[in-house]
């Protein structure tokens, strides 16, 4: 359990650019922690309800295939977005150029902290929590969910660029997302890629599907511009990073990464916050997170066991990942 704080000069660069690169935030305990999780997630994807390889359904949906085989997951519509994808005349392969066909991997899973402690003590009980709270001003935290992105050695799917405030079901502009390298991460193994300056264009983009830019049915805000079609015409900006690194954006901050060239894996796990001016706000295309005890009323702040507040703490050294397994662990 721990806190560390940041500079103006570090406050002043995520205001300005919408994303930041914290060095050595997280322990190597809670990356190790981190690591065996999504490792476990990556061995229990065939039968897992929430884990998704979109490297397998991209090859499915170029191939015209109209069923999609995603084994036991069952959280999105595949199908249905496959359809909307084949009569998208703009939609095509976002493919990394690497010779190797090979069997690639790009693991998709959300909300592992429902079941896994170790993604409970790093999002609730790391530095991150009071970290985020100084970049967003917020006096309140919550943490929102976890999504796990790992890229297999030699996997060319790209993650389509996208905005992440229209995924969730939520207003307000008080949120970030924090992308944790468990593996060095480079332009050549996919690192995140961030638009600078994206999250001031005053605009709100429907979601996508990330193996296309094609939105998701039903989404009512506009498409995001085709970055991937004209990347000189952007400020793009991306950092090498080593495990216990962070990288933060905010919420409307444009964001994708590349394919992972190299032989060697590229696992991460995202955190998202929410801070004080947010509230329950569901919509056309945000995702529910599975396994919701208590969905929030419409325009109502955050205050159910879905979302738990990690900022601030009742006392130095409170363990939010303790209180919360004592309470809520039977029930969740
Ligand atoms: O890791 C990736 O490929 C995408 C990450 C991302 O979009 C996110 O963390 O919001």
Redesign the pocket.
């Known amino acids: 359990m721990s806190t560390l704080s940041i500079t103006p000069e570090q406050k002043k660069c995520f205001d300005r650019d919408g994303v930041i690169c914290l060095r050595n935030v997280m322990t190597e305990t809670e990356v190790d922690d981190l690591r065996s999780v999504v490792d476990q997630q990556v061995a229990t994807r065939h039968t897992s309800s929430t884990g998704y390889d979109f490297e397998k359904i991209s090859k499915q949906v170029w191939e015209r295939k109209n069923t999609i085989n995603v084994g036991a997951a069952a959280r999105f519509d595949v199908d249905g977005l496959v359809a909307v994808i084949h009569s998208d005349e703009m939609a095509r392969p976002l493919l990394e150029n690497d010779t190797h066909t090979g069997e690639g991997c790009?693991f998709y899973d959300v909300a592992g902290w429902r079941q896994h402690a170790g993604i409970r003590r790093a999002g609730f009980d790391s530095s991150l929590p009071s970290i985020v709270s100084e970049l967003l001003g917020s006096e309140t935290i919550n943490f929102w969910e976890d999504?796990t992105?790992v890229?297999a050695p030699r996997t060319r799917q790209k993650?389509a660029f996208?905005q992440?405030l229209s995924y969730f079901q939520i207003k307000g502009d008080q949120c970030v997302?924090a992308?944790i390298p468990l593996d060095p991460a480079n332009e050549a193994n996919?690192v995140?890629q961030y638009v600078r300056g994206s999250h001031k264009w005053g605009e709100v983009y429907a979601p996508n599907m990330?193996v296309s830019q094609t939105v998701f049915p039903g989404a009512e805000d506009p498409k995001c511009p085709d970055i991937e079609a004209d990347p000189d015409d952007y400020d793009i900006i991306s950092f090498d990073v080593e495990p216990g690194d962070v990288i933060i954006?905010h919420v409307l901050t444009v964001?994708?990464?590349g394919g992972n060239r190299t032989d060697n894996p590229?696992r991460?796990i995202?955190f998202?916050y929410t801070g004080d001016n947010v509230r329950y706000h569901d919509k056309p295309g945000a995702m529910p997170q599975p396994g919701m005890v208590l969905t929030p009323k419409e325009g109502e702040r955050l205050r159910t066991p879905d979302y738990p507040i990690v900022w601030p703490k009742p006392w130095p050294g409170f363990s939010t990942a303790a209180a919360y397994a004592e309470t809520f662990g039977k029930v969740i």
Do not use: E, L, V
């Open positions: 790009f999504t992105f890229k993650t996208h992440d997302i992308w996919g995140t990330f954006h964001h994708g990464a590229r991460a995202s998202r």
